[in-house]
T-cell receptor, first 114, second 115 residues
Framework: SAVISQKPSRDICQRGTSLTIQCQVDSQVTMMFWYRQQPGQSLTLIATANQGSEATYESGFVIDKFPISRPNLTFSTLTVSNMSPEDSSIYLC???????????FGAGTRLSVL | AQTVTQSQPEMSVQEAETVTLSCTYDTSESNYYLFWYKQPPSRQMILVIRQEAYKQQNATENRFSVNFQKAAKSFSLKISDSQLGDTAMYFCASQHQGGSEKLVFGKGTKLTVNP
C-alpha cells in the first residue's frame, strides 16, 4: 500500500480567498488524483496529475479554478481559487502505485467556505 | 462512459448478522476492475475488496465477499458476522483497466451496525 499525508485536514475560509491543499506520498508514484466529495455525495474526479506535465481536468473542472502542481513523484498540491460557499466539500487525493491497479486515498481535507 | 449505481441509500444490520449491499454498473470496456471502498466518519477512504472482471471467481477478504455477475453487470458486497466497526458509508466503484485510470463511484450506501 501507500501512506498518504494530506494537509490541512480541515479549514474554514472566507469567500473570495484561495486554499492550497498538499498531498505527500511515502513512495514515488507516476499518477496522483484529486477528487471532490460534496456534502452527502459521492466522489467525483477533478483532475489527474502526472509528474512533469500539465494536469488533465475532467469535464466541469478548469485549471483557473483548481490549479494543480506536481513538482516531483511524491508530492502534489491542489488550489481551490476564488472560493464560494459552493466549494464547501471534502477534497481527497489518491495515488495508484505502479502495477497495483488499486488507488489509495489520503484522509481528505474538509473545506468550509463562509 | 462508466456508470455505477447503488440503489440502497441506507441499510442497517444487527451485530453478528450478515448483510448484502447492492451495486450495478455499466461500461463499454471488456477489461475493468470493480471495488468496494469504506468511508467511516473519519472520512478516510479504505479499500475493502477488489474484483478483476476477467476473473470468474468471486473475491473474498476475511468477512467480506462479493457476488460478481458479469453478464448482469452486478457486483454486490456481502459482510458476514457484522461488527460495530463496519458502520460506514460503502462506495462501489469501477475502473477501466490500463493503469492509472480514474475511479467512477456510486452514490454510496450508509450502513449502520446495531448492537
Amino acid at each position: 500500500s501507500a501512506v498518504i499525508s494530506q494537509k490541512p485536514s480541515r479549514d474554514i475560509c472566507q469567500r473570495g480567498t484561495s486554499l492550497t491543499i498538499q498531498c505527500q506520498v511515502d513512495s514515488q508514484v507516476t499518477m496522483m488524483f484529486w477528487y471532490r466529495q460534496q456534502p452527502g455525495q459521492s466522489l467525483t474526479l477533478i483532475a489527474t496529475a502526472n509528474q512533469g506535465s500539465e494536469a488533465t481536468y475532467e469535464s466541469g473542472f478548469v485549471i483557473d479554478k483548481f490549479p494543480i502542481s506536481r513538482p516531483n513523484l511524491t508530492f502534489s498540491t491542489l488550489t481551490v481559487s476564488n472560493m464560494s460557499p459552493e466549494d464547501s466539500s471534502i477534497y481527497l487525493c489518491s495515488v495508484e502505485p505502479s502495477g497495483r491497479n488499486i488507488q489509495y486515498f489520503g484522509a481528505g481535507t474538509r473545506l468550509s467556505v463562509l | 462512459a462508466q456508470t455505477v449505481t447503488q440503489s440502497q441509500p441506507e441499510m442497517s444490520v444487527q451485530e453478528a448478522e450478515t448483510v448484502t449491499l447492492s451495486c450495478t454498473y455499466d461500461t463499454s470496456e471488456s477489461n475493468y476492475y470493480l471495488f468496494w471502498y469504506k468511508q467511516p466518519p473519519s472520512r478516510q477512504m479504505i479499500l475493502v475488496i477488489r474484483q478483476e472482471a476477467y476473473k470468474q471467481q468471486n473475491a473474498t477478504e476475511n468477512r467480506f465477499s462479493v457476488n460478481f455477475q458479469k453478464a448482469a453487470k452486478s457486483f454486490s458486497l456481502k459482510i458476514s458476522d457484522s461488527q460495530l466497526g463496519d458502520t460506514a458509508m460503502y462506495f462501489c466503484a469501477s475502473q477501466h483497466q490500463g493503469g492509472s485510470e480514474k475511479l467512477v463511484f456510486g452514490k454510496g450506501t450508509k450502513l449502520t451496525v446495531n448492537p
